[in-house]
């Protein structure tokens, strides 16, 4: 009996030992290509976190919708299936109405006053609105400014009218689109291309990386230069993975978080320049840019829709937002 217990006894130890010397897993899953800013900047993550914490941690990443699709990975933070996402900022509708802040269109003038509002006061508390809800938000990715695609030339906002474009799943896009009295169709990202290829939708609007990464380019025949709207995403763990971290893991891991934003912004401000100026080379789609006057007649077109999400967004977080234009 006694060499019974002494056995168990150190098979038990044996297997607590093994355990502990397991390495963390964090799936980190997203939907875009890899070669974009945030496949580009998961990669530089795991990089950084796996030489880091070397043998503590093992970071897999699951590109192209390959494990969760938008709609799916929140859920699946939750349930402890994976441990990191980056979504469009347009995806937390379920878990906050705040963020819809950044779906406002015309809201910020360019990239850089994106950056301003994020790196301020308003915009890291922004980081905390889903907390509550289970979700923790760990810093800001930029993809970048979305444009406008579709078969037929959009010139002005009356060339959209009776056109079906896929978005999002964010009411204010929604409403977006119906103000130039088109057709929204909340569809996922992993399904655009062969919508767009079987003509199911006319047209889209996204960045310059995921139209080029994505081959939108390739079934549309015109893309529109209106820098309208933004996609980033929010860098996001659930709260409790992350407090169940030990201390120095998850301080390390923080700093490697830090540092991949940084890389993955400057990816996606090379890529805004680049991809573009290859959708251009490839001649398979016509950029068409707006001058002011045009450029104009989407603002008044589409602003609209701010008054309708003022109250749920709240107004001090759209000044907010707003100031960072000025700076
Ligand atoms: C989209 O669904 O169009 C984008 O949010 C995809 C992405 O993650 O950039």
Partial sequence: MRYLIAALALLFYGATAAAADEPITIKFSHVVAENTPKGKGALKFKEL???????????????????????????????????????????FKRYTDKLQLFDLPFLFADIDAVDRFQKSAAGRQLLSATTERGLLGLGYWHNGMKQLSANTALR?????????FRIQASDVIAAQFQALDATPLKKPFSEVFILLQTKGIDGQENTW?????????????????????????????????????PDDVRRVLEQCI???SDYANQVALEKAVGDRAKIQQSGRSEILQLDPAE???WVDAM???WAQFEDEIGADLIAAAMAANAE
């Fill in 49 to 91: 976190a796996e030489s880091r914490l070397e043998g503590r941690v093992e970071v897999q990443v699951f590109a192209n919708a390959q494990l969760y699709g938008d709609n799916k990975v929140l859920e699946a933070l939750l349930l402890g299936d994976v441990q990191l996402a980056a979504p469009s900022l347009s995806k």
């Fill in 156 to 164: 002005r906002p009356a060339d959209a009218a009776g056109l079906k």
């Fill in 209 to 245: 990386s995921n139209i080029y990464s994505k081959k939108f380019f390739e079934v549309q025949d015109h893309i529109t230069e209106s820098d309208h709207g933004l996609v980033d995403y929010m860098v996001v763990t659930s709260v409790e993975f992350w407090h169940g971290l």
């Fill in 258 to 260: 830090d540092e991949a």
């Fill in 295 to 297: 450029r104009l007649l």
């Fill in 303 to 305: 602003k609209p829709v």
